[in-house]
């Protein structure tokens, strides 16, 4: 009933105090983290586990659901984030190996599951496509929360290992999260409910698929071009007003359309960034052509870009604040008192060793990829073939260039491979997700089979990101110097700026 008011209260001292520490502990314990194993999101994890009702049970319930609900904004601001500073450029020509390293990583684990749960443990099959599906989930979270803070030694999200890993971990997500949606509906087939099988099963899928080519079409031939004419001039009239505005409607009309849809809300926040990024003209009199923050602000026929906007509104809230709390509530999931029997330790840990190795094979596919590209070259490289026209002088004068900076690179594959294979390995968020899903909402998931699944997801969550951030302290910059490193962004009018930039 609406009306009325909420009594004010002054919040106790105690309440008070728990809270003051619960964030202290947060911040402190991610820095601990990440000096000494170079995965700051680990101590979060831990906090969310001690303060949460897992282990002491500090926080109020109702306390920890806010947290939990705050966390997920935080999860889809990350995930926005991710798409707002994604290279369209490299994940398109990237998008087939993407796809077949997706497709590994998803066949493997539940492959994998079989072998050991179905034939080694006695489980059931439809309880251990269940854990498989939810070990064949890769963490976004945590995969651009690793991008995030390996930017100082190495930006990964401007490398061609990193856009890979970028691609395979949405498209994992994706796959994982449809088949979240069938698992849960799953529930009502074994409760003896009148359902469609083939709407249950095919919802999520066609809804996916479907946004997942409209969105590029309708944005390349609709959107983008209506917004360069009518819109983007009198964006420089008001810089991050309008931007933050158009941000938060587009952003909401995603998550919106994917929720409704059948899918996922997170696979509806990557698109909303990748959106943004792409409708701007790319051309050097448009308004969001800028090489600095300060220049889109200052001039008044400029415009700061839309990851300005995210860097100048949203960041410091989303860093320091929504995604801490999003990786304490990963916390409150975790069933930790019940993990520590033997047979329950012993059963994880073999479980957890193989889904490492089910999702490290994903990074195969680097040293095998320019092997197979020669084999099968791509189809721009046909066409030209098959034209036969004259090279222009301006293609051939970008040719020698990028042959000098690729004979002045490493052609080591072995670091990009282990970087994909361990950044891949983080299942976190979705896979406990689905496996909880499995267990709560359908009676395939036995409590045995439940645990051994969280004490592989909690344990790879803690290998993939401690595996990465070594990698990238000792080897980033030999990584970034290779043919899988750093890619050269060409911004027009900027050519010279725009190739020291990347170099």
Known sequence: MAGGFLPYHEPGIVEILIIVSFFFFLSLAEWVSAKVIRAGIIGQIA????????????LELPWQNTFMVLGYVGLILIIFEGGLTAR???????????TIGAATGVCF????SYLLLYLGYGYGPVETFIIGAALSATSLGTTFAVISSASKTVDLANTRVGSVLVSAAVIDDVVGLVMSSVIHDLGEL???????LGWLIGRPIVASIAMAILTPVLTKWV????????IEYHFAQLDHLSNIVLMVLVLSAFISIAAYAGTSVLFGAFLAGTFLTYIPSKQPEGPFVVMTREEGEQNADKSPTFVHTFEAYLLDVQEYLMAPLFFASVG??????????????????LFTLLMVAAKAVVGIWIPLWKPLSKVTPSPQKMFRKVLRKAPDPSEEANQSVEKTEESSKSSGTLLPALLLGSAMVARGEIGLLIIEIGYNSTSYVTQEGFITGVWAILLNTIIGPIVVGLLVKFYGPKIGQGEWGLQRQVIPGHEEESHQAAV
Not at 190 to 196: A, L, Q
Not at 332 to 349: D, H, Q, S, V, Y
Request: net charge positive; charged share 15%; glycine share 14%.
């Open 47 to 58: 906090v969310g586990i001690i303060y949460g009702k897992p282990l002491a049970n500090i």
């Open 109 to 112: 684990p539940i492959g994998f």
């Open 223 to 230: 959107f983008a071009p209506f917004f360069r004419k009518f």
């Open 332 to 349: 409150f999931a975790i069933p930790f008192l019940e993990l520590w029997t033997g047979k329950r330790i012993w059963r994880g840990i």
């Open 190 to 196: 074994s409760g003896g409910g009148d359902v469609n």
């Open 88 to 98: 369209i450029d490299l994940l398109k020509q990237n998008l087939i190996l993407s």
